[in-house]
Nanobody, 124 residues
Framework: QVQLVESGGGLVQAGDSLRLSCAASGRTFSSYGMGWFRQAPGKGRAFVAGISWTGGSTYYADSVKGRFTISRDNAKNALYLQMNSLKPEDTAVYYC?????????????????WGQGTQVTVSS
């Protein structure tokens, strides 16, 4: 069992940066594939980025490629999402997710545990 708690969201202006964090409980964090998803008002949950258990492989949605960076620190049981050059269309609730099977793809069904989310609002 893994419990995930996101933090770092807030209200920023277009072009600003934010760093989201996800604190994970449990001794098996380092063996989990991890991902970030987001859900905008009236829309479904969308994949943002994924990272392998070693951190050696990362994956991004086209809409954030080049602007967002996913990383993890297994010693701290932590997952991060550095978001630069934010746009109003990045406004959403951001969720971190963990996969027991090491899945890091874009299907929310591949993840077993979810945090409660943190709100990111980007004003124009």
């Amino acid at each position: 069992q893994v419990q995930l708690v996101e933090s770092g969201g807030g209200l920023v202006q277009a072009g600003d940066s934010l760093r989201l964090s996800c604190a994970a409980s449990g001794r098996t964090f380092s063996s989990y594939g991890m991902g970030w998803f987001r859900q905008a008002p009236g829309k479904g949950r969308a994949f943002v980025a994924g990272i392998s258990w070693t951190g050696g492989s990362t994956y991004y949605a086209d809409s954030v490629k080049g602007r967002f960076t996913i990383s993890r620190d297994n010693a701290k049981n932590a997952l991060y999402l550095q978001m630069n050059s934010l746009k109003p269309e990045d406004t959403a609730v951001y969720y971190c997710a963990a996969s027991r099977t090491g899945y890091t793809g874009n299907s929310y069904q591949g993840y077993d545990y979810w945090g409660q989310g943190t709100q990111v609002t980007v004003s124009s």
